[in-house]
């Protein structure tokens, strides 16, 4: 069974940067689309970014393309979220999700079978 570990979330201040890290264990990111999702305070979890497997293309949220990036690092089953240039509604706590032997993307959290636990990041304007 696969496990996540998201690590790297902090304070800081709006147009700082941020780098989250998703540590696979128990499991391999090499046939997993591992996404990153959010849920601000009051509000559902929505879909930040997305890395597929096989076709190795990624996808962004509207509010995030431009300022985050995901990459994946086989070699250490690792998967990171970059964040530069934060805004206060970017706060939020931040969760990782894999989906394995999926060859497709998807930005439904219905579709991923493993979550890790969180990290929080809050930014202050």
């Known amino acids: 069974q696969v496990q996540l570990a998201e690590s790297g979330g902090g304070a800081v201040q709006a147009g700082d940067s941020l780098r989250l890290s998703c540590t696979v264990s128990r499991g391999t990111i090499i046939r997993s689309t591992v996404a990153w999702f959010r849920q601000a305070p009051g509000k559902e979890r929505e879909f930040v970014a997305v890395s597929v497997w096989k076709s190795a293309g990624t996808e962004y949220a509207d509010s995030v393309k431009g300022r985050f990036t995901i990459s994946r690092d086989v070699f250490k089953n690792l998967v990171t979220l970059q964040m530069n240039n934060l805004k206060s509604e970017d706060t939020a706590v931040y969760y990782c999700?894999?989906?394995?032997?999926?060859?497709?993307?998807?930005?439904?959290?219905?579709?991923?079978?493993?979550w890790g636990q969180g990290t929080q990041v809050t930014v202050s304007s």
């Open positions: 999700a894999a989906r394995t032997h999926s060859t497709g993307s998807s930005w439904s959290e219905d579709d991923y079978a493993y």
